[in-house]
């Protein structure tokens, strides 16, 4: 089992994704040098403690790519720390990220990959079809123009001391003050070419609110028109749901899984929406494990506090305050981590969850439960998801029965058996 | 289910548990608000136990409080009549046949185990609330169970003259089959001084805005369920049953009501095992008590290592 360390380099984003669940994002909080090599110094010198047999190191933002410089810094560090110090995770590591793909293509950038491509999983989020894209993922509206290059982009070095830095500057904007909103379709979809060529076998991550419902299905068909073999989506787990929103849901699932297999684009192809575990009932007790990794992850931020997630993490929470398990300089406070490590599927859920004929598959997350419960605690199931995810086990019950009776009527299903990859559940 | 309603009768009530009260000055319940207190009692079918502050209370709330079949819990010096009276410290004299609560560190109870040897003859129960269970390290083990078996020594030799003794610490554990914890906002409620229900004494003290309902417009405890035991993983697992399973102090460490921190659980076994030395030792002595099970012998301290490990 690989352990997950996410360093949230920055809280800043060139983009102002409507569905984001970010709601403190900001160009102040960047990670230091400082703070970025006394957490490595932590874990490392822990190893006994931090035991799994392998980690990725998880960068995220805002866009993570903002802050290459401090990442290749951070890299070179931790390849450098974990060889000195005969490290088991030398050479057991990956480092990680999710990006906007708008700076893929920079120079830094670049000469980061080419660096580290053996150890490196990058993900780039294009959403689909540009109207679906644009919908949601849009250009921040520009701060007023700054005084200096370096403007609003600080540094927090651990002493709490601000430096300047420059790295980039925004796009200029659709009309004066930005007021209009521009799309970052055109911006990403430019760098897919090169990002395939470079990570053949890479996955997209698409996430659908209420208003990208009628999009879905030119959506995952357009980003395999783009050479992307495996879609990785899911709703979000925010309330943000409309009545008939399940409907058109299931409406749009359904075609999909029409044009999938009636075009066999299943042979090569996969998206996420279609399993077949889910939408089955679950035992209480052997079939009791929690959903989520939070706790068994770490999560840092530019102040050096440590979290069991980044959801966690202040920036990310509407109602809650943060869910700090410690920082750089005391430590992890166990205690703290011991709620997410006893929890388990039926402890958080309502009696209707744990009682539901299609409850595997179903999926929550932990910082959203925590954000949307009536007391502070991670025992308390959101269930604003619970008709989707039945609208999504419908579809995908169509979905199976379709493909299994076609590849019967044409004699491969035992060929397509053997064949068939394995879509993972991706949740977050 | 509710069984319980705590009415603090002043901000300066004694503290008979976990929680500090110091910092309060005299803030005495409104009169019509204890009244509605032991009307909701009533209809709720809940027995009543009134905190009192260190001062006479106002003849008419005298009145009152004695107009509803109640539990007292007063501090020393003004405890006439008390059922429970709290102590003031290891130089207090304790009143005869009485149930009575000391707050001390653990330093404090190794240091007094002659002074709490007596007085194990005298009063009909005592609990000792330790201050210092949040500051609990590892390295206290060892001294924290040679106290207590000197404590179980004690207890054997009261035994052997004849006498019955209840300690919370030692001998509460030996009688009990199920968990029995403190209750609170599943058995019971409590009542404050500003009209207020919380879900124990120091909710309120700790922040005022933790209220979980008023008198006029009734109890609304939110995940009520998360307060049971069933809903807690590591504790449905123990068979600490003497654990006070204090949610308050689970807020404070693990910041989730129903996961018991590292020190909680430690102390709670340590107290469990030195149970288990207090059974052996009778048993040799050749008294059996009524009631009470063979307590297992158990290395593990923290039952979270056990969840954990099943994960």
């Keep these: 089992m690989a352990k997950s360390i996410t360093f949230i380099v920055t809280k800043d ?26 957490a490595i110094d932590y874990i490392l010198e822990r190893e006994q403690e931090f035991n799994e047999e392998s980690v990725i190191w998880d960068f995220i933002g805002g866009e993570p790519f903002l802050e290459i410089e401090l990442i290749d810094k951070i890299c070179d ?31 830094k950038v670049q000469r980061f990959i080419e660096k580290n491509h053996n150890h490196l999983s990058v993900g780039i989020t294009i959403d689909g079809t540009k109207r679906k894209h644009d919908l949601n993922r849009v250009w921040k509206k520009q701060d007023p123009p700054p005084t200096s290059p370096c403007k609003g982009r600080e540094k ?36 897919i070419p090169l990002w395939l060529e470079q990570f053949p076998g890479a996955a997209t991550k698409v996430t659908i609110s209420s208003p990208d419902i009628p999009y879905i299905k030119e959506s995952v068909l357009h980003l395999y028109s783009l050479g992307i073999k495996e879609v990785n989506i899911n709703c979000v787990f925010e309330d943000v749901w ?36 889910i939408g089955k009932p679950m035992d209480r007790e052997k079939d009791n494990q929690n959903w989520c990794g939070a706790g068994k992850m770490l999560a840092i931020d530019a102040t050096g506090n440590f979290y069991p997630c980044t959801r966690f993490a202040a920036y990310s929470l509407r109602s809650k305050p943060a869910w700090i398990i410690g920082n750089i300089h005391d430590g992890i406070d166990q205690n703290k981590l011991r709620p997410f490590l006893t929890l388990d599927r039926t402890t958080q859920s309502k009696p209707e969850c744990i009682d539901c004929e299609v409850a595997s598959g179903c999926a929550w997350c932990q910082g959203e439960n925590y954000d949307a419960a009536d007391t502070h605690t991670v025992f308390q199931r959101s269930t604003v998801i619970c008709r989707m995810h039945k609208a999504r086990v419908r579809a995908n019950n169509y979905y199976w029965n379709k493909l299994f009776r076609k590849l019967e009527l044409e004699g491969r299903r035992e060929e397509y058996e053997k064949q068939k990859s394995k879509v993972k559940e991706t949740t977050c | 289910m509710l069984t319980y309603l705590i009415i603090l ?43 009192y502050p260190g001062y006479e209370l106002p003849a008419e709330y005298l009145e009152v409080i004695d107009s509803v079949d109640h539990t007292d819990i007063k501090p020393s010096g003004h405890s006439d009549g008390a059922d429970v009276v709290v102590l003031n410290g290891w130089d207090d004299e304790v009143p005869e046949g009485t149930t009575c609560v000391i707050h001390s560190s653990r330093q404090e109870l190794a240091e007094h185990l002659p002074v709490l040897t007596s007085w194990l003859g005298r009063v009909a129960r005592l609990n000792i609330v330790l201050t210092d269970v949040e500051t609990f390290t590892d390295t206290a083990i060892a001294s924290y169970k040679q106290t207590l078996e000197a404590i179980a020594d004690g207890v054997v030799e009261k035994y052997k003259a004849g006498k019955a003794v209840q300690l919370n610490l030692l001998t509460d554990r030996l009688m009990l089959t199920a968990m029995n914890n403190c209750g609170a906002g599943d058995t019971t409620v409590t009542l404050a ?42 504790c449905r697992v123990c068979d600490a049953y003497n654990c006070r399973r204090c949610i308050w102090m689970n807020r404070r460490l693990t910041q989730d009501a129903n996961t018991p921190s590292h020190q909680q659980c430690v102390v709670a076994h340590l107290e469990r095992n ?19 099970r063979l307590i297992e012998e158990m290395e593990e301290l923290d039952p979270f290592n056990i969840v954990n490990r099943w994960k």
């Design chain 2, 274 to 292: 030195a149970s288990r030395y207090l059974q052996m030792k009778l048993s040799d002595a050749g008294i059996q008590l009524n009631g009470s």
């Design chain 2, 193 to 234: 001084p500003d009209g207020r229900f919380y879900l124990c004494p120091a909710f309120y003290y700790e922040d005022e805005r933790q209220n979980v309902g008023d008198l006029t417009s009734g109890l609304d405890i939110k995940n009520p369920q998360l307060l049971r035991l069933d809903h807690a993983p590591i």
């Design chain 1, 77 to 107: 560090y931790l390849k450098m720390e974990m060889y000195r110090r005969g490290h088991h995770w030398f050479d057991s590591y990956r480092f990680s990220f999710s990006t906007n793909g708008i700076n893929y293509h920079t120079e």
């Design chain 1, 242 to 277: 409309h009545e008939g929103d399940d409907k058109a849901f299931e409406q749009q699932l359904t075609e999909l899984a029409d044009e999938i297999i009636d075009n066999d684009l299943f042979r090569d192809h996969a998206c996420s929406f279609y399993s077949e575990h």
């Design chain 1, 13 to 38: 984003c060139q983009l102002a994704c409507k569905y984001c669940y970010l709601v403190g994002k900001n160009t102040k909080e960047r990670m230091s040098w400082e703070v970025a090599k006394e």
């Design chain 1, 156 to 191: 927090l070095p651990i002493d709490g001391k601000h430096r300047a830095d420059t790295i980039y500057s925004p796009p200029s904007q659709g009309g004066a003050g930005g007021e209009s909103e521009r799309g970052s379709y055109d911006d990403v979809v430019r760098n």
């Design chain 2, 9 to 51: 009768l002043d901000d300066t009530s004694a503290s008979y548990c976990h929680y500090e009260t110091s910092q309060k000055e005299r803030r005495l319940i409104g009169l019509d608000d204890l009244k509605a207190g032991i009307m909701f009692a009533m209809k709720e079918n809940l027995n009543i136990q009134f905190v």
